[in-house]
């Protein structure tokens, strides 16, 4: 059954991957809004 954590220690990299390039796509974004943007939350 070692397979089965491999896939799930691969899946769990190929998942965390996917999160790290969106959150630095979303920290690019609010670079470029500028500080006029950050109280619309």
């Known amino acids: ?3 089965f ?3 799930l220690g691969v899946g769990f990299a ?3 991957a996917v999160m790290n390039a ?3 796509e979303n920290q690019e ?3 470029q809004a500028g ?6 939350r």
């Open 1 to 3: 059954m070692w397979y």
């Open 5 to 7: 954590s491999w896939i």
């Open 14 to 16: 190929v998942l965390l």
């Open 22 to 24: 969106m959150w630095g």
């Open 29 to 31: 974004g609010r670079r």
């Open 35 to 40: 500080p006029q943007d950050q109280g619309s």
